[in-house]
């Protein structure tokens, strides 16, 4: 069973910064590319950034190019997202999960397993 767990949401006023975590286990993540998404209230869940394991090679999408950052270690089987310059529309429910890395891993439709989502709240 793969297990996915966040941390690190919180309050923060806007032009903060916060650190998302997400602890998988259950298998080896060698062969998942991972991302982060969000769901505001009342919005569809959408797609931040995404990172594979091996290589590292990366994904943003353009709001939060700049400003998000992510990062993997793949000995603690950690997934990470910095989050600096927050604004109040980054307000939402993070949520990290994990894609087969032989797709393109683009839309939720991909991905296989998710977490339990972390709040992220961005006040003026």
């Known amino acids: 069973q793969v297990q996915l767990v966040e941390s690190g949401g919180g309050s923060v006023q806007a032009g903060g910064s916060l650190r998302l975590s997400c602890a998988a286990s259950g298998r080896t993540f060698s062969r998942y590319q991972m991302g982060w998404f969000r769901q505001a209230p009342g919005k569809d869940r959408e797609l931040v950034t995404t990172?594979?394991?091996?290589?590292?090679?990366?994904y943003y999408t353009d709001s939060v190019k700049g400003r998000f950052t992510v990062s993997r270690d793949n000995a603690k089987n950690t997934l990470y997202l910095q989050m600096n310059s927050l604004k109040p529309e980054d307000t939402a429910v993070y949520y990290c999960?994990?894609?087969?890395?032989?797709?393109?891993?683009?839309?939720?439709?991909?991905?296989?397993?998710w977490g339990q989502g972390t709040q992220v709240t961005v006040s003026s």
């Open positions: 990172i594979r394991w091996i290589g590292g090679s990366t």
């Open positions: 999960a994990a894609c087969p890395a032989g797709l393109g891993c683009y839309v939720r439709g991909e991905y296989e397993y």
